[in-house]
């Protein structure tokens, strides 16, 4: 499995993940993917796109920078198989490489399994929300590249 941040050029890529995951045509991708705050990771096995995750990066009132992680998607064939941790694990190292503070998702209450999943790879619940996840990254951790 290969997990391959998006970039410009792989409006084809998104438009099959659009199109698989949320069920909708969009007629161009190119804003979507030239806009500085998006950030897309897909999953893929061999030539099939099994996951995907996108996020948004944004600042804070408070003077630093974070990440949503807005959606995560894996195939049903493809769940239970880490491709859901590798997506996580790959935002999550763009958030370090990019030297941002925080990453931060909602997810349904009632979702075991995504919950399990932020809680595997070190996602904190919130303290206001039963549902969103908060990773904090302090200044060594973002010179180390360690989450």
């Not at 893929?44 to 995560?72: C, I, K, M, P, T």
Request: glycine share 8%.
């Amino acid at each position: 499995m290969l997990v391959y941040q998006l970039t410009a050029e792989d409006r084809e890529l998104l438009d099959v993940a659009v199109r698989r995951f949320r069920r909708i045509e969009v007629a161009d991708h190119r804003p979507f993917l030239t806009d500085p705050a998006t950030v897309v990771f897909v999953a893929l096995d061999g030539n099939d796109l099994v996951g995907w995750a996108w996020g948004l990066r944004q600042r804070h009132v408070a003077g630093y920078s974070q990440v949503q992680l807005y959606e995560l998607e894996v195939v049903r064939a493809a769940r239970r198989r880490g491709v859901g941790r590798a997506l996580v694990t790959a935002m999550l190292e763009l958030v370090v490489c990019e030297g941002h503070r925080k990453m931060w998702l909602f997810t349904d209450e009632n979702n075991a399994a995504a919950k399990a999943l932020y809680e595997s790879v070190g996602g904190g619940p919130s303290a206001h929300d039963d549902a969103a996840y908060w990773w904090t990254f302090d200044d060594a951790e973002r010179r180390t590249g360690q989450g």
